[in-house]
């Protein structure tokens, strides 16, 4: 596709259960993000990957988040023991890298209850 | 840590008239400035974007925003607004330390009148 793509759109899930949330960026990007938006607020930083490594995962607010990215292209974020804190947008956006445009998927909303 | 604040949740503006958003922010190093534009049912979109040489930058729909460092700000103005700019706008800074992680503000809601 032309843009970011992020499955599934919606996810409901119930407390305690693990979920993984795919991005697919866009050809060639080498750079990847994670955001996550609650409810009223900007987006925040989760982590950063250049090719394969996550190159700032400072991010991630706890253990229970891990991202990954295997061959430099798609990325899956999962959440074990979900909470329902957790619930939000999940915004995955990627570029060429350096400080060239990041393009922004739409987001999968992840609804713990 | 950088910090980015948008005094304004919503801003109520009638068509053909002018408007400023307002952006400063917080940092203790260098920073690169950002506005990102979010239209109904769309995805975050860069607007305009400040890294570095002339601090009034501007973009290709009639956006303009002035980086001044003295006063931390980094406002998002247009002479003369259109229905069509009805969207969410963000503003994000990040360090120049390399790191790529955007910090951003909560958002103001330009509603655009007839």
Redesign the interface.
Known sequence: GA??SQTPSNKVTEKGKYVELRCDPISGHT?L?W?RQSL??????LI?FQGTGA??D??LPNDRFFAVRPEGSVSTLKIQRTERGDSAVY?C?SSLGG?T???????TRLTVV | AQSVTQLDSQVPVFEEAPVELRCNYSSSVSVYLFWYVQYPNQGLQLLLKYLSGSTLVESINGFEAEFNKSQTSFHLRKPSVHISDTAEYFCAVSADTGRRALTFGSGTRLQVQP
């Open positions: 843009g970011v750079a993000y955001y009223g607020q900007g987006p925040e930083f950063y190159a700032d400072s991010g915004l956006a400080w445009e990041a393009f922004f998927g739409q987001g």
